[in-house]
């Protein structure tokens, strides 16, 4: 769930929040909102210190985000928390925001949650949303306080209530999970909604994750594109993903393989494994030729790399097969195996096929039939192979087939070599 963190900011809005600051100020803040307006920030500094020094905590705050985002100062994040735990200290709910967002990522001070959830806590007492917000957060997560789900919602909903859009999609979200709360679809979807309508993109791709799956809304797949859409066109990778495979399977759009591979390319792009492996597997499916092949083969092993197991299958089938890559049956092997070790069925009974055929390997029956039992019930052609190979072993090469397989098991999952 995202956090809130604008500290400071940058050109007109920057200029809004020193010029709310400085309405607070006691005493002449005049020179120094002239100074803001015509754009002499360096004035505006000027003017601002001799205030902050008497204790006016509202230039105080004011003159931290000046040193936090180096606006006519030089940038330097320790100055702007002493700064704002002067103003902190004496109250100034904005302050002890900041000052908290620091603390809690280790920005200018040294990181402390305990710190940052002492200094949201009294900012929280004054109802600033961005500090109800991500102390909900910590509390949710557990961090820097007792893990405390049911506290984390009430504060995000109080947050979310101030239309704050974080806040109202982490409620979302909660609704959603039933997460401090009971759970709620038709609730999350009109937080969620809310949260989409102000332009945040994660709350506009899980938008359109509702609207696809007709979870708290109608089943709208049309719909659900257009969130996606808005959502990829702020850069959103699995918003990008989804309206890819929208494009590439004609659902809520007409199939249009073009607009799939550039949706689909612009996620990969960003070195998200579900993104390169769904290109990949889109671009072998247009049989494009070597080129396309090739592609195809360099996404899937920069996924494959980054442990993502359909990835490291699909990677494995391509050097079996020669395609996209020369044919190597050892980098079969070695791919098929890392993904079966990960419990991927396909890749367990392919696994199983290259040893009982000695492909890439030593041939290895009892090893075969050990891969194609821990296949069997997710995948058909391991059943039948296994049926097969059941067959021709002995019972005693079959209980060794099965010790075996117990002594790759580890909570479930196979964790031993391949043979």
Same mark, same amino acid.
């Given at each position: 769930?995202?956090?809130?963190?604008?500290?400071?900011?940058?050109?007109?809005?920057?200029?809004?929040?020193?010029?709310?600051?400085?309405?607070?100020?006691?005493?002449?803040?005049?020179?120094?909102?002239?100074?803001?307006?015509?754009?002499?920030?360096?004035?505006?500094?000027?003017?601002?210190?001799?205030?902050?020094?008497?204790?006016?905590?509202?230039?105080?705050?004011?003159?931290?985000?000046?040193?936090?985002?180096?606006?006519?100062?030089?940038?330097?994040?320790?100055?702007?928390?002493?700064?704002?735990?002067?103003?902190?200290?004496?109250?100034?709910?904005?302050?002890?925001?900041?000052?908290?967002?620091?603390?809690?990522?280790?920005?200018?001070?040294?990181?402390?949650?305990?710190?940052?959830?002492?200094?949201?806590?009294?900012?929280?007492?004054?109802?600033?949303?961005?500090?109800?917000?991500?102390?909900?957060?910590?509390?949710?997560?557990?961090?820097?306080?007792?893990?405390?789900?049911?506290?984390?919602?009430?504060?995000?909903?109080?947050?979310?209530?101030?239309?704050?859009?974080?806040?109202?999609?982490?409620?979302?979200?909660?609704?959603?999970?039933?997460?401090?709360?009971?759970?709620?679809?038709?609730?999350?979807?009109?937080?969620?909604?809310? !949260? $989409?309508?102000? +332009?945040? #993109?994660?709350?506009?791709?899980? &938008? *359109?994750? @509702? =609207?696809?799956?007709? /979870?708290? %809304?109608?089943?709208?797949?049309?719909?659900?594109?257009?969130?996606?859409?808005?959502?990829?066109?702020?850069?959103?990778?699995?918003?990008?993903?989804?309206?890819?495979?929208?494009?590439?399977?004609?659902?809520?759009?007409?199939?249009?393989?073009?607009?799939?591979?550039?949706?689909?390319?612009?996620?990969?792009?960003?070195?998200?494994?579900?993104?390169?492996?769904?290109?990949?597997?889109?671009?072998?499916?247009?049989?494009?030729?070597?080129?396309?092949?090739?592609?195809?083969?360099?996404?899937?092993?920069? !996924? $494959?790399?980054? +442990?993502? #197991?359909?990835?490291?299958?699909? &990677? *494995?089938? @391509? =050097?079996?097969?020669? /395609?996209? %890559?020369?044919?190597?049956?050892?980098?079969?092997?070695?791919?098929?195996?890392?993904?079966?070790?990960?419990?991927?069925?396909?890749?367990?009974?392919?696994?199983?096929?290259?040893?009982?055929?000695?492909?890439?390997?030593?041939?290895?029956?009892?090893?075969?039939?050990?891969?194609?039992?821990?296949?069997?019930?997710?995948?058909?052609?391991?059943?039948?192979?296994?049926?097969?190979?059941?067959?021709?072993?002995?019972?005693?090469?079959?209980?060794?087939?099965?010790?075996?397989?117990?002594?790759?098991?580890?909570?479930?999952?196979?964790?031993?070599?391949?043979?």
């Amino acid at each position: 769930m995202p956090k809130h963190r604008s500290i400071s900011r940058s050109g007109a809005a920057f200029v809004v929040s020193v010029l709310v600051l400085l309405a607070g100020c006691r005493g002449s803040s005049r020179a120094a909102a002239r100074a803001l307006e015509r754009g002499d920030w360096s004035e505006a500094a000027r003017e601002l210190e001799p205030l902050a020094r008497r204790g006016d905590r509202s230039a105080q705050t004011a003159l931290g985000a000046m040193y936090f985002s180096g606006e006519g100062v030089p940038q330097d994040r320790a100055l702007a928390a002493e700064w704002y735990e002067r103003a902190a200290t004496q109250g100034d709910a904005r302050a002890q925001y900041s000052l908290a967002v620091m603390y809690e990522a280790g920005d200018g001070v040294p990181q402390n949650d305990e710190r940052a959830v002492a200094w949201y806590q009294r900012a929280c007492e004054q109802d600033h949303a961005g500090a109800l917000n991500n102390l909900g957060l910590m509390f949710t997560e557990g961090r820097g306080v007792a893990r405390d789900e049911a506290r984390g919602f009430a504060l995000l909903n109080r947050a979310a209530g101030q239309g704050l859009v974080e806040a109202r999609y982490a409620v979302g979200l909660m609704f959603l999970r039933g997460q401090g709360t009971e759970r709620d679809e038709v609730a999350a979807a009109s937080w969620i909604t809310l !949260a $989409a309508e102000q +332009g945040l #993109a994660p709350a506009q791709a899980q &938008l *359109g994750m @509702l =609207y696809s799956e007709g /979870r708290g %809304v109608v089943a709208d797949p049309a719909r659900a594109v257009v969130w996606w859409r808005m959502a990829a066109e702020q850069g959103l990778a699995s918003a990008q993903l989804q309206i890819g495979l929208a494009y590439a399977k004609g659902r809520g759009v007409d199939a249009d393989p073009e607009q799939a591979l550039a949706w689909l390319r612009a996620a990969a792009d960003q070195n998200v494994a579900p993104a390169q492996t769904a290109l990949a597997l889109t671009l072998l499916e247009a049989q494009g030729g070597e080129e396309y092949d090739r592609q195809a083969a360099e996404y899937l092993r920069r !996924a $494959a790399e980054s +442990g993502a #197991a359909v990835a490291q299958d699909n &990677l *494995g089938l @391509l =050097y079996l097969r020669g /395609r996209g %890559v020369a044919r190597d049956e050892a980098q079969a092997l070695q791919w098929t195996k890392l993904a079966a070790q990960q419990g991927l069925a396909s890749a367990q009974s392919r696994l199983g096929a290259m040893l009982e055929n000695g492909r890439g390997v030593e041939r290895d029956e009892v090893a075969a039939f050990a891969w194609y039992t821990l296949a069997q019930d997710q995948d058909a052609n391991a059943r039948e192979r296994r049926e097969r190979l059941a067959s021709r072993l002995t019972s005693e090469q079959i209980e060794r087939a099965d010790a075996l397989r117990r002594s790759w098991t580890r909570d479930g999952a196979p964790a031993g070599p391949a043979n």
